[in-house]
Structure formats: C-alpha cells, structure tokens
C-alpha cells in the first residue's frame, strides 16, 4: 500500500497524529480551497505531538550520528523524526532521510 493509502488508513482508524513541523510543512505546501480546508480539518481532528525539550536532545543526536554517517538531513526532518522517536511512535513517509535515519 503507497504512503498515501497508509496514511488515510490511519486517519480514518483515528490513529493518526503529527507535530507543528508537520503541520507547518504542509500549510507551506498547501494550494488551493481543498487543500486548504482539509488541512483546517486535520488540525480539529488529530492529536498534535508537542516537540519539547527531550525531542530537541533527540534531533541533535540524530544529526550528530547522520553527519558520521556521511547523511546530511535537513534539519526540519531531524526534527520530525526526533517527535516521532521521542513519543514512540511511527512516521509514514517516502523521504530518503528518513529512512536513513531508521537505522540510526
């Protein structure tokens, strides 16, 4: 099943969530009315993982351990993926970067 059908899987199951990076990627991303209010929707709806202290010590690590590697992941994406690490959770995506953070 591609990204997107996992995703709409997950929002109708009521078992999707996201952080303000998300949410603000997809705002900056986002043309026209339905786009738009879609995403008014999503923000009444799903629960909003808060990116707190700990997932700022998270993001760091992980940028430190993906430079070792040879990886350069913008820092937006070390950020999502240090919320999604800190609060246990998954992170459906089609993003290089992230997955070479998975096996960080």
Sequence with gaps: MEVRGRVEHLL???EACWCP???????????????KRVLHDMEDRLPELPIDDETW???CD?????RGK????????LIIAACAR?????????????AG????
């Design 21 to 35: 990076m998300v949410r603000l990627e997809l705002w900056n991303g986002a043309r026209g009315t339905h786009e």
């Design 62 to 66: 992980l940028a430190r351990k993906s």
């Design 12 to 14: 109708q199951a009521g």
């Design 86 to 98: 800190r609060h246990g959770v998954g992170l459906e995506h089609v993003d290089e970067h992230f």
């Design 57 to 59: 010590v998270v993001a």
């Design 70 to 77: 040879g990886l350069t992941v913008p820092a937006t994406d």
């Design 101 to 104: 953070l998975d096996s960080l």
